[in-house]
């Protein structure tokens, strides 16, 4: 269901932002979204300053990715 509507979002050219708290997570469904031919980008805490400029620049042209997969943690409930 997840690829149908990407694909449906990219041939309407939405971008899409897919967050997980889990980089796990983020692998197998880059995995799954490369299988079906969706383009994405990678935005987490494994990259580089300068790597995760750069991501979030290219996702902001015109012909680039439409699907950008960001790990986002909660460091206020972490703990909890």
């Known amino acids: ?15 899409t932002i897919v967050y997980s708290q889990w980089t796990t ?3 197998l469904v880059e995995h799954v979204f490369s ?3 969706i383009r994405s980008l990678r ?3 494994s990259m580089t300053r300068e ?3 750069r991501a979030l ?3 902001r042209h015109a012909g680039s990715p439409k699907v950008i997969l960001i790990r986002f943690v909660d ?5 909890k």
């Open 1 to 15: 269901a997840l690829v149908r509507l990407l694909k449906e979002a990219e041939n309407a050219g939405d971008k």
């Open 25 to 27: 997570m983020l692998d």
């Open 35 to 37: 299988r079906y031919g």
């Open 43 to 45: 935005y987490d805490g």
């Open 51 to 53: 790597n995760r400029e």
């Open 57 to 59: 620049i290219e996702f």
């Open 75 to 79: 460091h206020a409930n972490s703990a």
